[in-house]
């Protein structure tokens, strides 16, 4: 089986030296790039899984290159970066990155992260069976990570959106932890002020809300976490 290939966008050279260093131990194969030029012809050249990218890079930022990136499906991504705000762990997670991790770092959580990423990556490789799942008119296919309305407006969701969805759909009615959907997109535990979930959950409400005669598919149940209250077909 071929080695899973991660490819790090950092500009600063030490930085991208040890994260090369780090991986390579760990059994990786490893890209370096140190800007969006750079980085879209190591992607042309090689099947890359995983991006570990810093958002502030030369030319284009981390930021506007994720959503460059959101269209595809296979692809992890991780932001590793000095920004420890949270109007930028927000934009980060919004835009679809799959996990967001501030530096100076622990070179073992972030090793521990970017594999449960890349195990999921494989696993959602193989969700074929009952892939397709429709809803209130709506419907959800995993093979494309695609949702459509009952309108025809169709939405590409990134895969932590797709995951957290998927167990809301097939626990439906019963209450899903914010523990539970944490594990389930990321791999980890969920942490204090982590908004992980939270922002997944806002942006698949914006979906449903965006169309004519939209319905309250995902109730908050305070202090637990989400339902599901859809109607599965």
């Known amino acids: 089986m071929q080695k899973p290939h991660i490819l ?15 991986f390579e131990a ?7 790039a140190i800007d969006g030029d750079s980085m879209d012809s190591k992607l042309q050249q090689n099947a890359i899984n995983l991006i570990i ?3 502030n890079l030369p030319g284009k930022n981390g930021l506007l290159l994720a959503r460059e990136l959101s269209n595809q499906p296979d692809l992890g991504l991780i ?10 762990k927000i934009l980060g997670l919004e835009i679809g990155a799959d996990d ?3 530096k100076p770092f622990n070179p073992r959580e972030l090793t521990i992260r970017a594999r449960n990423i890349l195990s999921r990556i494989g696993h959602n490789r193989n969700e074929t069976e ?11 296919d995993g093979n494309s990570r695609k949702m459509t309305s009952p309108q025809g407006d169709v939405f590409s969701i990134p895969r932590g959106e797709y995951r957290a969805l998927r167990l809301l759909i097939e626990n439906a009615g019963q209450i899903v932890t914010r523990q539970q959907l944490i594990k389930e997109m990321t791999g980890r535990d ?13 942006r698949l409400r914006k979906h449903f809300e965006s169309v004519e005669n939209p319905q309250e598919l995902i109730n908050t149940i305070h202090g637990e976490g989400y339902r599901f209250v859809g109607t599965v077909e």
């Open 8 to 22: 790090i966008v950092e500009d600063e050279d030490v930085t991208r030296f040890n994260l090369r260093n780090l």
């Open 26 to 32: 760990e059994g990786y194969l490893v890209s370096e």
């Open 53 to 55: 990218m810093d958002i």
């Open 79 to 88: 932001f590793l970066t000095g920004r420890d705000s949270d109007i930028d």
């Open 100 to 102: 967001y991790l501030t």
């Open 130 to 140: 009952n892939a397709v799942i429709k809803f209130n008119q709506w419907t959800l």
């Open 190 to 202: 969920l942490r204090s002020n982590d908004r992980t979930v939270d922002v997944t959950i806002r």
